[in-house]
């Protein structure tokens, strides 16, 4: 068997196996029944004010029901309630619900059904002067701080909701009524997904039916120094007896996600177990167009946890959860020292995060990495053997050829 052959047949081996992993996409092959409904049980006399909405996604699974609800009645927030049961129904007090947001006024009902719940909220955008270029907000003077937009004073304008077979995306944008925000909007863009996959926009991160993903993008905000630059600040709510964690995983695989090598996980586990219960997972990439080539990506820092005391002003958190919650932060900045690149050149910074129940997805190998990893070790591993061979063989025939005339 000569040395290319035995490479030849490693190589197919690996491709054969990545190609049926790729199909299967990690063998995930879960679907949910996504359906979509707006302010559930609204009714005149009660209205919410305009451009403020209620959206609500039912995931339904074989005996289980994964609830998104989104709501921008204060900070826009994301509230995640999983049920082990298919009859599980979003229930709005509305004029409570309207008047004070009091705990309560929105629930998940039968509560017996409800397993875990989990929200995440977009408080405030923080605006610097990096004069330094440090692109490091935690760094950063004090004094080069622009008063930060409080997202719970944003003015939205009706949500556009657009469904189709694979997916389900509904938007969100929203304005300060000042004069930077005059040409400006910040948007949220949630997709649903009934299945596992992988969006072609990048970051283009893995998702599957347990998982929903917001992109959120600054565009066209007028920045009030020379040389701005942005972060987001968001807190996670989750039921007590949950802790957080920011795990950092490093990949050798950019396929999908140009330059970027790396993932982060905040996690939600209870706090006498290490067994995951859901997840806000990110890339540190942020893009400067809304259709970036390579040069539009820019790295972005996390700050570290903060425990926040008090409950985020968002609506649905405050109507939703009646036993003190606990609430975390961190802020995401976009941008890295020495990037001569501010957000004044383009006027636009997009990023992305998941959210979900269960573990957070993690990508394997893609095909092209396994045909490389096939090459670069089929290649050693067959010159390895076919050498081992040929030893063994000349071994023996010398062996042989030194026995023989005894006998
Ligand atoms: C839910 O359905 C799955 C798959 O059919 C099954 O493995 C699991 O035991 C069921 N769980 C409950 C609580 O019935
Ligand atoms: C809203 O709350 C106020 C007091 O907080 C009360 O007077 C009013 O009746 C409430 N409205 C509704 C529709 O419940
Ligand atoms: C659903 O979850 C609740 C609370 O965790 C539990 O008490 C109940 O037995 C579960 N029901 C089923 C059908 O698994
Ligand atoms: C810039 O760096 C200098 C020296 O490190 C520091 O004193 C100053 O406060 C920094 N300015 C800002 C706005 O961060
Ligand atoms: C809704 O969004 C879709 C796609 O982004 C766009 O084509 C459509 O014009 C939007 N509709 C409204 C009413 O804004
Ligand atoms: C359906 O929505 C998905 C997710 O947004 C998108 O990737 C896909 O292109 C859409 N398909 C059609 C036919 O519009
Ligand atoms: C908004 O756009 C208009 C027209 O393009 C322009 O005249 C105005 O200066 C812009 N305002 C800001 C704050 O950028
Ligand atoms: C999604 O949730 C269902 C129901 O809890 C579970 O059976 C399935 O394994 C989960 N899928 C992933 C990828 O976590
Ligand atoms: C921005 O730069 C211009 C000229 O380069 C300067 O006149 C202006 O004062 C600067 N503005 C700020 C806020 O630093
Ligand atoms: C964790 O604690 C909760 C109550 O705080 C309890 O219901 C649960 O059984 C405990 N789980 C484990 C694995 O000890
Ligand atoms: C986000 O950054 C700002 C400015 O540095 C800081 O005041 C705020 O406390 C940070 N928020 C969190 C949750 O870390």
Wanted: hydrophobic share 40%.
């Amino acid at each position: 068997m000569s040395m290319f052959k035995v490479s030849f047949i490693f190589s197919v081996l690996f491709v054969v196996f990545g190609a049926a992993r790729g199909f299967l996409g990690n063998g995930d092959t879960f679907r949910r029944k996504v359906s979509v409904e707006l302010n559930p049980g609204l009714a005149p006399p009660s209205s919410l004010p305009p451009g403020v909405a209620l959206v609500h996604a039912r995931g339904l699974g074989l005996n289980d029901t994964l609830h998104f609800l989104l709501c921008n009645r204060g900070a826009p927030a994301l509230l995640l309630v999983h049920t082990n049961s298919t009859e599980s129904a979003v229930q709005v007090n509305w004029p409570e619900f309207i008047n004070r947001s009091s705990p309560g006024s929105l629930r998940v009902a039968p509560e017996s059904s409800v397993t875990y719940s989990a929200a995440l909220v977009f408080t405030r955008i923080w605006e610097y002067d990096d004069v330094n270029n440090t692109a490091d907000p935690q760094t950063a003077a004090e004094s080069s701080f622009y008063s930060p937009y409080e997202l719970q004073n944003f003015i939205w304008s009706d949500l556009n909701a657009t469904a189709n077979q694979s997916g389900h995306v509904i938007t969100l944008c929203g304005r300060e009524n000042t004069e930077s925000f005059a040409n400006g909007s910040l948007c949220l863009r949630l997709s649903l997904f009934e299945s596992a996959g992988r969006e072609g926009a990048w970051p283009s991160l893995l998702h599957n039916s347990n998982s929903s993903q917001l992109q959120v993008w600054l565009d066209g905000a007028a920045p009030r120094g020379n040389r701005s630059r942005f972060a987001l600040e968001f807190q996670s709510v989750g039921d007590a007896g949950f802790q957080g964690r920011v795990d950092v995983r490093s990949s050798i695989d950019d396929e999908y996600t140009p330059s970027i090598f790396k993932v982060f996980d905040w996690l939600s586990l209870p706090l006498n177990s290490s067994r995951v219960w859901g997840f806000s997972q990110w890339k540190p990439v942020a893009y400067r167009k809304p259709a970036p080539v390579f040069e539009d990506a820019t790295p972005c820092r996390s700050s570290p946890l903060v425990s926040v005391s008090h409950v985020p002003p968002s609506a649905l958190v405050q109507a939703y959860f009646t036993h003190q919650p606990h609430t975390h932060g961190l802020n995401i900045s976009f941008g890295v020292d020495k990037d001569p690149v501010f957000y004044s050149d383009t006027r636009y910074i997009s990023w992305t995060v998941l959210m979900g129940m269960g573990e957070p997805p993690a990508d394997s190998f893609s095909t092209l990495i396994i045909i490389i990893i096939a090459v670069g070790l089929g290649t050693p591993l067959a010159i390895i053997i076919v050498g081992g061979v040929f030893v063994c063989v000349r071994k023996r025939m010398t062996q042989s050829s030194v026995y023989e005339p005894i006998n």
